[in-house]
């Protein structure tokens, strides 16, 4: 099932496939790691290399399990949104997991971990303002959810004090409330949430009180 989901300035209905309603009825443990006996899966690909894999795999495993495929339709024409034929090429897999590989490890004191096409949102403001002390990782697997790529990267940042979740959905929509108790049950991380606040509908509706919104949690998210 492959689903349109982004926060583009759009009608509410428009802006979301209630992926929180996907994850509320998946069986994923929030105090043991996942393994392949989750009820289904549920993934955010940011790059086409990415949604390659997802359903590559899904026709060469010798199971069957539905896939929920969260698919924003601006990483259609997003110029950052690109994959080589390399990215695809035999010994190549999905990536539960994918690291920032444009910061030194050894500089970072801030760790930002997104799923979906807000990352190329933050990545796009940590290069305006000029930030280097700041990992943006993303989370491509919800569930199951990756809790040995993710204590993996966590390792590579000594140095890190602050651990952020950014996401573009309100804070009781979208997968906050799945990705929290398992960073602190499964990757002994505490993190602190940068997003909309709670809300009755998934978007505004009005493009003035979007772009404010929009703005806000970008902030919000870089001043944590």
Same mark, same amino acid.
């Given at each position: 099932?492959?689903?349109?989901?982004?926060?583009?300035?759009?009608?509410?209905?428009?802006? +979301?496939?209630?992926?929180?309603?996907?994850?509320?009825?998946?069986?994923?443990?929030?105090?043991?790691?996942?393994?392949?006996?989750?009820?289904?899966?549920?993934?955010?690909?940011?790059?086409?290399?990415?949604?390659?894999?997802?359903?590559?795999?899904?026709?060469?495993?010798?199971?069957r399990k539905p896939v929920i495929v969260v698919g924003p339709k601006v990483l259609?024409?997003?110029?950052?949104?690109?994959?080589?034929?390399?990215?695809?090429?035999?010994?190549?897999?999905?990536?539960?997991?994918?690291?920032?590989?444009?910061?030194?490890?050894?500089?970072?004191?801030?760790?930002?971990?997104?799923?979906?096409?807000?990352?190329?949102?933050?990545?796009?403001?940590?290069?305006?303002?000029?930030?280097?002390?700041?990992?943006?990782?993303?989370?491509?697997?919800?569930?199951?959810?990756?809790?040995?790529?993710?204590?993996?990267?966590?390792?590579?940042?000594?140095?890190?004090?602050?651990?952020v979740w950014s996401q573009e959905e309100h804070r009781n929509m979208g997968a906050?409330?799945?990705?929290?108790?398992?960073?602190?049950?499964?990757? +002994?991380?505490?993190?602190?949430?940068?997003?909309?606040?709670?809300?009755?509908?998934?978007? +505004?509706?009005?493009?003035?009180?979007?772009?404010?919104?929009?703005?806000?949690?970008?902030?919000?998210?870089?001043?944590?």
């Amino acid at each position: 099932m492959i689903l349109p989901h982004g926060y583009d300035g759009a009608g509410p209905e428009h802006s +979301s496939c209630h992926i929180e309603r996907f994850l509320q009825n998946s069986s994923s443990s929030e105090t043991v790691p996942d393994g392949d006996d989750v009820n289904w899966y549920i993934v955010n690909p940011t790059t086409p290399a990415q949604y390659f894999h997802v359903l590559r795999q899904q026709m060469i495993r010798n199971f069957r399990k539905p896939v929920i495929v969260v698919g924003p339709k601006v990483l259609l024409r997003h110029p950052a949104a690109t994959s080589t034929l390399l990215d695809m090429a035999p010994g190549t897999h999905f990536l539960p997991v994918i690291g920032d590989l444009d910061v030194n490890p050894d500089n970072v004191k801030k760790v930002i971990f997104v799923s979906g096409k807000h990352y190329y949102t933050l990545v796009g403001e940590r290069k305006a303002r000029g930030i280097t002390d700041t990992a943006i990782i993303r989370l491509e697997s919800l569930c199951p959810f990756p809790t040995l790529q993710i204590n993996a990267e966590l390792m590579k940042y000594k140095k890190a004090k602050k651990f952020v979740w950014s996401q573009e959905e309100h804070r009781n929509m979208g997968a906050w409330f799945f990705v929290h108790p398992r960073f602190e049950n499964l990757c +002994s991380t505490k993190l602190e949430y940068a997003g909309r606040d709670v809300s009755g509908v998934p978007a +505004s509706g009005v493009a003035q009180v979007h772009k404010a919104e929009a703005q806000a949690l970008i902030n919000q998210t870089f001043a944590l």
